[in-house]
């Protein structure tokens, strides 16, 4: 069995939550999404162990803006 120490840091997440641009599938709730999201990671983000951001633009210059 591995075991791991606790981080020293502050675990940071970018979650990309995008919506199919295709006519044929029902635009995906991406306000809702992002509400189970935050409250599975509540307890962390209390805690401070968690930053969480969300960005509907997948962009290689919007994800490369959030990782600086």
């Known amino acids: 069995m591995v075991k791991s120490n606790p981080l020293d840091s502050i675990l940071r997440m970018l979650v990309v939550i995008s ?10 709730n991406t306000e809702f999404e992002q509400e189970v999201i935050l409250e599975a990671v509540d307890k962390l983000q209390r805690e ?3 930053e969480i951001d969300f960005t509907e633009d997948a962009t290689f ?8």
């Open 19 to 28: 919506s199919p641009n295709d006519s044929r599938i029902a635009p995906l």
């Open 61 to 68: 210059e919007t994800i490369e803006g959030y990782l600086k």
């Open 48 to 50: 401070h162990k968690m």
